[in-house]
């Protein structure tokens, strides 16, 4: 593994119902396997990994996919929504095992419909870094508070490179006032690609973003037909500097 490169991907797999509108697990397993598992992964993230309604119970085997991808599966119980949940809200996290794990957190989002982001530091190459996992709101409005409360709780934290990835459900490539950096308070930048719908990508929903003095390089988006079947959104995936 190249120091300094930390490899990341984010998928929303939106309860294994697929584009076709079939709800299929095992299918967005095996899309894992083939399409993501390859690119020898540091951190992989899920949105939408559990149900829906309480208790939110978990849909995968968390632990055949980190098998698959050689990660290890997250299972702490204060990022798990409850017993029968695997993440928080559908938020799951798989880490490298060269990634010594320091502190994780829950960041509670306000909103119509319950969000929630999860925070992982971590030491790579003995430098810390924080990796934020997280699943926004549809509504603009209520975006700009969520990240305001992100920026929140990274100002409580020490400074140290922050990487956020998942599903922040903006459209917009710029990002708009919910990445502005006296909102957030650090300036997570990052290119963009389309992801949604996986059938024909339109937006770039979700993101792969850092601050400095790190940066996002190599973003793509994973495109196969198993993975446009497997979910509405298909993966992002890039390479993060950590200098």
């Known amino acids: ?12 797999v939106h309860r294994a119902k697929g584009s076709d509108g079939r709800v299929d697990p095992g299918r967005v397993v095996e899309a ?9 992964l540091h951190v992989l993230a899920l949105q939408e990994a559990d149900g829906e309604c309480p208790p939110h119970a978990g849909i995968f085997d ?3 996919i980190a098998a698959r991808t050689k990660l290890e599966y997250i299972d702490d119980p204060a990022l798990r929504w409850g017993p029968n949940s695997d993440g928080f809200l559908g938020t799951i996290l798989f880490m490298s095992s060269s990634l010594r794990r320091t502190r994780a957190d829950v960041i509670d989002l306000p909103g119509h419909c319950h969000r929630g982001a999860v925070s992982v530091e971590v030491t790579f190459d003995k430098r810390p870094v924080r990796i934020i996992s997280t699943h926004l709101s549809l509504s603009q409005p209520l975006r700009i508070v969520q990240m305001r409360v992100i920026g929140q709780y990274l100002c409580r934290r020490p400074p140290m490179q922050t990487i956020l ?3 922040l459900n ?3 490539p710029w990002g708009g006032l919910m990445l502005n950096r006296r909102l957030v308070g650090t300036a997570l930048r990052g290119p963009v690609c389309r992801t949604f719908p996986s059938t024909r990508p339109l937006f770039p929903l979700d993101r792969i973003l850092t601050d400095a ?21 298909l993966p992002l995936a890039a390479t993060v500097t950590v200098p």
């Open 62 to 64: 968390v632990h055949d």
């Open 165 to 167: 990835l998942g599903d």
């Open 170 to 172: 903006e459209w917009r």
């Open 32 to 40: 894992i396997d083939h399409s993501l598992a390859p690119l020898d």
């Open 1 to 12: 593994m190249q120091a300094g490169q930390l490899r990341c991907a984010t998928w929303n």
């Open 213 to 233: 003095p790190g940066e996002v390089r190599q973003l793509r988006a994973v495109a196969s037909v198993e993975v446009s079947l497997a979910s509405d959104h």
